[in-house]
């Protein structure tokens, strides 16, 4: 067992489809103020290491940690990039969290820092690049070029969340209506923080129906957008962790699953053929992460979770793979309010992924906001005590998964 770990702050900067106003240093420094500023006893000068993390090639600008380095008072301090496609931002956080719990020497307090200013590039040209690799892999596998590319011209991210609603619906057995109720939660609840995105206080089911398609069952005012933002999160030992915040949001658990990929769903797989619904890479990692905390009932023993949901239809199935809700259930835990801001479990108070997607930010905003919610400092802080919370990430072709569980107890039982 490593040493404790605790987050003792999480900053933002706002978030906007072009954040023209600034570059992308202007723009991560915005967070790091944002972050610190929340702790007034902990200086730049406190800070031992840091870990970045972004998709280079969505901005086209390669090795921005290098220029971001003065404005984020890294100078001739260990720093590290991780890119994992969509769970970048949970990745970051987790190597933020084990280069604390490891003990290397020196290293106690860490920030760990995500973004992505989408409107400086072109990301559908970088998932070109990713989408490239694949289609060469299945190649060589004997896959014809034909075959593979078909998948993709389904429509890149959004076509492969449409295989996946489907699959969903087809098994839940629900409706359009149950879809666009998890969205119009996301933007209420975006309207009531300041640094999000899509905020839409006033937003009805009906008028999201009334959106044109864009993959059914997906909708336009279904989907997420395009964000520019970044999120910066602050890892320090337990020993001075309670010197730094009231509260620390103490890291209890953490796992981070590469399972098979399902974009290429029953027509291409390579080794499988799988159901992009099914997700069995969130399942084990809520079952390595809650059995390092020690959660044996998740539905009774978590009081709030960020889950990782640019499509309604993710944010249904991931509370059900998570543990939160029994499966096929979700639907009508959303219709009768039990995941509201004033409910029994809620969820994605931030509004979620649904309503900001600066995408490599947007998995360390998950356990961000739920490390807040703990200290009680979110900026949509739910009127309950929150004990417990976890912060959930998605990405890859459908089959990456991160999740970080966090408490305002140190976990001293890990199996």
């Keep these: 067992m490593g040493r404790q770990v605790a987050i003792v702050s999480a900053g933002f900067s706002e978030h906007a489809s072009k954040r023209s106003d600034v570059n992308i240093v202007e723009l991560v420094s915005e967070a790091v103020k944002d972050c610190l500023k929340k702790v007034p006893n902990v200086s730049i000068n406190d800070i031992d290491a840091y870990v970045t993390g972004n998709m280079p090639g969505f901005e086209g600008a390669n090795l921005p940690e290098l220029w971001m380095t003065d404005w984020i008072g890294a100078r001739n301090k260990p720093l590290m990039r991780v890119t994992t496609g969509g769970t970048t931002g949970g990745s970051v956080g987790i190597a933020g969290y084990y280069s604390v719990t490891s003990g290397l020497p020196g290293i106690d307090t860490v920030l760990a820092v995500a973004f992505e200013q989408q409107s400086q590039g072109d ?38 969340a ?12 629900i409706s359009e209506e149950d879809l666009a109720r998890v969205v119009v939660q996301n933007r209420h609840n975006a309207a009531k923080t300041w640094w ?72 291409a797989s390579g080794s499988a053929q799988l159901d992009p619904s099914e997700q069995l890479g969130a399942m084990k990692s809520s079952e390595i992460a809650y059995g390092q905390a020690g959660i044996s009932f998740p539905r009774k023993e978590i009081d709030y979770a960020e889950v990782y949901s640019p499509f309604p239809n993710q944010e249904l199935m991931w509370v059900e793979k998570l543990g939160l809700f029994e499966q096929n259930s979700a639907p009508q835990m959303y219709e009768s309010g039990l995941t509201a801001l004033n409910g029994e479990l809620p969820i994605c108070c931030s509004g979620g992924v649904n309503s900001t997607n600066a995408i490599g930010a947007s998995a360390l905003e998950r356990p961000a906001v739920a490390a807040l919610q703990i200290m009680g400092k979110a900026s949509n802080q739910v009127p309950k005590t929150v004990h417990t919370a976890i912060g959930h990430g998605w990405g890859g072709a459908l089959n990456f998964c991160t999740l970080m569980v966090l408490s305002d107890e140190p976990q001293r039982k890990w199996r």
């Design 196 to 267: 999000t995105h899509l905020k839409m206080p006033n937003l009805t089911i009906e008028e999201v129906l009334d959106t044109p398609y864009i993959a059914y069952p997906l909708r336009y005012g279904m989907v997420c957008p395009a964000s520019d933002g970044a999120c910066a999160v602050l890892f320090t030992i337990e020993e001075k962790a309670k010197e730094m915040c009231d509260i620390p949001a103490y890291v209890n658990g953490v796992a981070s699953i590469a399972h098979e990929t399902a974009i290429f769903g029953y027509n």
């Design 162 to 173: 449409a295989y996946q609603a489907t699959n969903y619906m087809r098994k839940s057995k």
């Design 123 to 160: 990301s559908s040209v970088g998932l070109g690049n990713v989408i490239y690799g694949e289609l060469t892999a299945l190649n060589k596998l004997g896959v014809s070029l034909g075959q593979a590319g078909s998948l993709v011209s389904g429509g890149a991210a959004i076509g492969a």
